[in-house]
């Protein structure tokens, strides 16, 4: 019994220094590409049957502009499966734009996991639980001012797909033209259902370069389903295909519908076309083109 509680404690300790060589060796290549990854303070603990990781004063920046940094990081994963990681972030986040500034998103929880590295795109979720986004003095408003919830997902899929699927719940939104007047006032829910092709071609030193590297490959976007509730009405849209745009915005065309919310009685339906960094529905402008990067 004592040889087996020695040798498991001398492997724990083993995959302990093989995971920290590992994290190093990927912020050290990360750092070459451009990329700005710090923290204060670093602590691995989890014995005997977990590996832990917390991280103080995180912030990982890419090239483009974009970043993310957290007071406080706690990340774990179990000895036996060092391939799937679940983080929380007790603290909340702060978010930064290339363009708007930062914004501080606290939430009631925020967790994720990561799984497949090996995979493209790998196994990623991130959900969150009543969060609120407060753009930093003198930044720019962000689209989002409250949500009950969050969650996306992404997921490998068969034949070089990826499918991502993106929901907003009970939100607060800075809404304009015609998803303010389906919303009244009230809270939204959006939901993005998207298919993705060719994700191998999604590789470059930052998410822009990635981004441009795989709309030359023919990577184009599939929604299966993208809706708006809020009040009484309920807008969709599905089809495609989208390409990113040199704005980095989608575009194309989808199919779209404005029907009462209950019922499903339809009141409008016609082409969203996402062209010049818009999203229009005949004569009404319905808002930006969602952007890539």
Do not use: C
């Amino acid at each position: 019994m004592i040889l087996v509680i020695v040798g498991w404690s001398i492997g724990w300790f083993w995959l302990r220094g093989e995971a920290v060589g590992r994290m190093d060796a990927g912020v050290a290549q990360l750092r070459k590409a451009g990329y700005d990854i710090a923290w204060r303070e670093r602590r691995v603990g989890g014995f005997p049957f977990r590996l832990d990781v917390t991280l103080q004063d995180a912030r990982i920046a890419e090239p483009s502009g974009w970043a993310v940094s957290a007071d406080e990081v706690k990340a774990e994963a179990w000895i036996y499966r060092l391939d799937h990681w679940v983080a929380v972030l007790p603290r909340g986040l702060t978010l930064g734009r290339p363009e708007g500034g930062p914004v501080v998103v606290q939430a009631k929880a925020l967790r994720a996991s990561l799984a497949g590295l090996d995979q493209r795109p790998p196994r990623l979720s991130v959900e969150g639980v009543d969060l609120t986004f407060t753009a930093s003095p003198g930044a720019k408003p962000y689209p989002i001012e409250t949500a009950e919830g969050l969650q996306l997902h992404l997921r490998p899929g068969p034949n070089d797909q990826g499918g991502v699927l993106f929901k907003l719940d009970r939100a607060k939104l800075r809404l304009t033209g015609l998803p303010e007047r389906v919303a009244q006032g009230k809270p939204v829910t959006v939901t993005w259902d998207l298919v993705l092709a060719r994700m191998a071609a999604f590789d470059g030193p930052s998410w822009r370069e990635a981004a441009r590297n795989w709309d030359q490959a023919g990577g184009v976007v599939t929604v299966r389903e993208a809706s708006i509730r809020g009040g009484d009405a309920l807008l969709t849209a599905e089809g495609g295909p989208l390409r990113v745009g040199d704005d980095g915005r989608l575009q194309g065309e989808l199919k779209a519908k404005l029907k009462d919310a209950d019922s499903g009685v339809q009141a409008l339906g016609g082409t969203v076309v996402l062209r010049d960094g818009k999203a229009t529905l005949g004569p009404l402008e319905i808002g930006p083109s969602p952007r890539v990067f």
